[in-house]
C-alpha cells in the first residue's frame, strides 16, 4: 500500500514580470502533516499557495490535489453586508451538510459580533469570521495564508489548536508564514 | 458542485449585496428616467417628433443605464476575497457569475422595464406601442446585462474600469439595439422580435463561459 498524498506539487515556478520568483519547488503532504512556507516579503509565499490551491495556473510544474480543501486566502471573503452568522451560513449552504452554525459562532468567540456586518468588524473579527469556514465541513486539506494574522493571542491559540486537532484527526495543513509560528511545523518550505 | 443548492445560495448572496447598497439600487432609475427626461429639452417639445423618437430614447436610455452598477458586480467579488471561495471547488465558477447577472439584471434591469410606460408617456410614445416596447426592453435588457457582466468580469481588476466596461460592452449591444427598435415599431408578432429573442438566447449561451474565463483571468 502506499503512502496516500493528500496534494503534491512538482517543480512549480513562478514568474513576476522579468524575475524568477521562485523555481523547481516540490513538495508532498501526507496525513497529519503541517508544512510552513516560510521567505520574506514578496517572495512568492501566496503566489505558491494560490498555486497549491488552483487558483493561480503554475507557470511551469504540476499540482496534484487528491482531496477537497479549504482555503483562506490574505482576504477573507466577506462580503461588507455579510455578518459572521450570514456569511457561514451561505457557505453551509453551498456545500451542503448541516452543522451547526450557532455552535461554530460561540466556539470562535464570535457569539457577541454574530449579527454585525463585516464592514463594523474588526480586522480580528473578521479573520475569526474566515477560520470560521474549517469548521463548516470536513475537509482533509487546508491551505492558509498568513492565518494568524490580526488575530488577538486568544485567537492564536484557538487556531493553534484547530491544526492540532485537525492534524491529529488525519487532516494536513499547508500554511505560509513570515512571523514566528505558534505551532510545530512537520516541514518548513524555505522560498 | 451539482446540486442547485450553490445557485441558490449566489443568487441569495447577490440580491442581498444588491439590497444592502440600498441607494445603488436606485441609481439605474434614476440614471433611466434623467437621461429620458432631458431628450424633449434637447430635441424641442413637439409631440410628432418626440412620439416618433421616444422609443429608440428609451433604448438608449436602457443601454446606458445597464451599465452604471455593472463595475461592482464582480469588482468587488475580487477584492473581499469571495471570487477566490467560488473559485476554489469546481468548474461552475461560469454559472455562478451567470446568476449574479441575472440577479443584477432582476434587481437593477427590470425596475427599467416596470418604469417603461410613465417615461414612454411622457415622451409621447402610442399606447398601443407600450406592451411591444416593454416586452423588447425585457429581452433586450438581458442581452445589455449579460454582455455587460462579460466587459465587467473582463475589467473586474482594473481601478476605475467604468468607462473600459462601456468600450468592451457598447459594440455588443449594437444587434439586440437594432432588432429592439425595430420590433416596437413592427410589433410582437414580427420577424425582429424573433431575431432579438435570438440575440438574448445567444447571450445566454455565451456570456457565461466568457464571463467563467475572465474570472479566472481575473483571479491569477
Redesign the interface.
Known amino acids: 500500500m502506499s503512502d496516500p498524498v493528500l496534494i503534491a506539487g512538482h517543480g512549480l515556478g513562478a514568474v513576476r514580470g522579468e524575475r524568477v520568483l521562485f523555481q523547481d519547488v516540490s513538495l508532498e503532504a501526507a496525513p497529519g502533516e503541517l508544512i510552513l512556507l516560510r521567505g520574506a516579503n514578496g517572495s512568492g509565499k501566496t503566489t505558491l499557495l494560490r498555486q497549491l490551491?488552483?487558483?493561480?495556473?503554475p507557470q511551469a510544474g504540476t499540482v496534484e490535489r487528491t482531496v477537497?480543501?479549504h482555503?483562506i486566502?490574505?482576504?477573507?471573503?466577506?462580503?461588507?453586508?455579510?455578518t459572521p452568522r450570514?456569511h457561514l451560513r451561505?457557505?453551509a449552504?453551498?456545500w451542503?451538510g448541516d452543522t451547526d452554525i450557532a455552535a461554530i459562532l460561540t466556539e470562535m468567540g464570535l457569539k457577541r459580533p454574530a449579527n454585525v456586518?463585516s464592514r463594523m468588524l474588526s480586522a480580528g473579527q473578521k479573520r475569526r469570521t474566515a477560520l470560521s469556514r474549517l469548521r463548516l465541513q470536513d475537509r482533509e486539506l487546508w491551505l492558509l495564508d498568513e492565518p494568524f494574522n490580526a488575530l488577538d493571542t486568544d485567537g492564536q491559540a484557538r487556531l493553534a489548536n484547530m491544526i492540532e486537532s485537525h492534524r491529529a484527526a488525519g487532516g494536513s495543513v499547508i500554511a505560509a508564514l513570515h512571523g514566528d509560528a505558534p505551532i510545530e511545523a512537520t516541514r518548513e518550505v524555505e522560498l | 458542485?451539482t446540486?442547485p443548492?450553490?445557485l441558490?445560495?449566489?443568487f441569495?448572496?447577490a440580491f442581498?449585496?444588491a439590497w444592502?447598497?440600498g441607494a445603488g439600487l436606485l441609481l439605474p432609475l434614476g440614471f433611466f428616467a434623467g437621461t429620458a427626461t432631458l431628450v424633449p429639452f434637447t430635441l424641442g417639445g413637439e409631440a410628432d417628433l418626440l412620439s416618433r423618437v421616444g422609443p429608440g430614447i428609451l433604448w438608449l436610455a436602457l443601454a446606458l443605464s445597464s451599465m452604471v452598477t455593472l463595475e461592482r458586480v464582480f469588482q468587488?467579488d475580487l477584492?473581499?476575497?469571495?471570487l477566490?471561495?467560488w473559485?476554489?471547488?469546481t468548474g461552475s465558477i461560469s454559472l455562478v457569475a451567470a446568476i449574479k447577472t441575472l440577479t443584477h439584471w432582476l434587481v437593477s434591469g427590470f425596475p427599467l422595464v416596470l418604469m417603461t410606460p410613465l417615461i414612454g408617456f411622457m415622451l409621447g410614445v402610442p399606447a398601443e406601442k407600450m406592451i411591444p416596447a416593454m416586452l423588447g426592453y425585457a429581452m433586450g435588457g438581458l442581452v445589455f446585462f449579460l454582455w455587460g457582466g462579460v466587459a465587467a468580469a473582463l475589467s473586474a481588476s482594473v481601478a476605475r474600469g467604468g468607462l473600459l466596461i462601456a468600450l468592451i460592452a457598447l459594440p455588443l449591444y449594437v444587434p439586440a439595439l437594432i432588432f429592439g427598435v425595430q420590433m416596437v415599431d413592427a410589433g410582437v408578432d414580427s420577424p425582429s422580435f424573433l431575431f432579438l429573442c435570438a440575440c438574448t438566447l445567444f447571450a445566454l449561451g455565451v456570456a457565461p463561459a466568457a464571463m467563467g474565463a475572465a474570472l479566472r483571468l481575473a483571479?491569477?
Do not use: C, F, I
Open positions: 490551491a488552483g487558483l493561480s495556473e477537497l480543501h482555503w486566502g490574505h482576504t477573507n471573503g466577506l462580503k461588507a453586508h455579510e450570514s451561505h457557505w449552504r453551498v451542503g456586518p | 458542485m446540486a443548492a450553490p441558490l445560495s449566489a441569495r448572496q442581498s449585496e444592502a447598497s468587488a477584492q473581499d476575497g469571495a477566490d471561495l473559485l476554489q471547488d483571479a491569477e
